[in-house]
């Protein structure tokens, strides 16, 4: 009876002892707020690689999206990060989300209210908008607003409309920045410029591989290290050309007239600048408006581009027209290649 007694007592001991432990501490996941590092759970699902905060929030370097779990991507999280990072991905819907052909119902952005290209059912879903250059443009596709890259896909970033200065997740293409090939099209390489700057580049084996002036002047993209490159024109500054940055033109400023830009990135052309691409050879620069006189001879009388560049809009009779600086006038369009 004793020897009973003693064991309900030891045992009643052991779990007063479980009762009085403190509670074991439980690490934060991914995407969960955090002040310290130590705060976020050591393991990633089934990826060993610690994790950190950052931002607030515990979350793991990556290099490429398959760093990151289903539901997140990898980028800059925010403003000023130095190293990518996973963040929660965009809602992105089956039917009608980003990059949705809706070249149906294209219309001219350049009319206010025009009309599509067809009249059907919008294939965008609700909160999504037709992205189109021209009315039925082929390439147009879905996509919507942005405050940031992180609001759109990783084969998209946040553009600035140059005509209305909204911001709208755009498809990444040549000269864009990016992290790995995850942000480029499909079969593209994220390469690195002499600057040191990764941008989406389009695979080559010649130069022929690459866009190229319809005049039959020196290619404006070369094939480099098995890659297209931006390339200086054969009459310009000789020096390899950046995606953005140096002008084609001697004795023109970074970031002026001729100089590389990306479209919806207002820092490549300052001070009311334009990034112009033109639809049919691709080739894209920084320039700005002008005006061109011509008499009835045929002659230019007035040119309002900085010496060195010209007023650009083809053969024209006599008459004052606007037009956009570039580097020759005597072509059908603009280009920085003569």
């Not at 979350?59 to 999206?65: F, K, L, S, V």
């Not at 290290?225 to 390899?240: D, I, L, Q, T, Y």
Request: with cysteine; hydrophobic share 25%; net charge negative.
């Amino acid at each position: 009876m004793l020897g009973h007694r003693s064991l309900v007592a030891g045992a009643l001991l052991l779990i007063a002892g479980c009762g009085s432990a403190p509670p074991a501490e439980v690490l934060k996941k991914i995407g969960e707020a955090c002040t310290a590092d130590t705060d976020c759970g050591s393991t990633l699902y089934d990826m060993p690689e610690a994790m950190v905060c950052m931002g607030g929030v515990c979350t793991r370097p990556c290099t490429r999206q398959v760093d990151c779990p289903q539901g997140f991507d990898c980028g800059f999280a925010h403003p000023g990060d130095a190293t990518p990072s996973c963040y929660p991905s965009p809602v992105n819907p089956m039917t009608g989300g980003f990059g949705t052909d809706c070249s149906i119902i294209a219309a001219d952005p350049a009319v206010m209210g025009g009309p599509g290209c067809s009249v059907t059912e919008n294939p965008c879903a609700t909160g999504f908008s037709c992205h189109s250059t021209q009315k039925c443009d082929p390439t147009a596709y879905c996509t919507k607003s942005c405050a940031g890259d992180t609001d759109c896909p990783p084969q998209f970033y946040c553009a600035v409309d140059a005509s209305t200065m909204d911001k709208f997740c755009r498809k990444r293409d040549f000269c864009l920045p990016c992290i790995s090939d995850d942000n480029c099209p499909m079969s593209w390489r994220c390469s690195t410029s002499p600057m040191g700057e990764h941008f989406c580049a389009k695979p080559c084996g010649a130069d022929s591989d690459c866009p190229q002036p319809q005049n039959g002047a020196s290619y404006f993209e070369k094939c480099i290290g098995k890659v297209c490159v931006p390339a200086p024109p054969e009459k310009g500054n000789g020096k390899p050309n950046e995606c953005h940055g140096p002008s084609s033109l001697k004795g023109f400023p970074a970031n002026g007239i001729c100089s590389g830009c990306r479209p919806g990135v207002p820092s490549d052309c300052p001070n009311g600048g334009i990034c112009f691409q033109d639809q049919f050879t691709l080739e894209r620069f920084c320039t700005q408006k002008c005006k061109l006189t011509v008499d009835g001879g045929g002659n230019v009388t007035a040119d309002s581009c900085p010496t060195g560049s010209y007023c650009a809009i083809g053969p024209v009779p006599k008459g004052t027209y606007d037009g956009i600086c570039s580097a020759d006038n005597s072509y059908s369009g603009p280009t920085c290649y003569p």
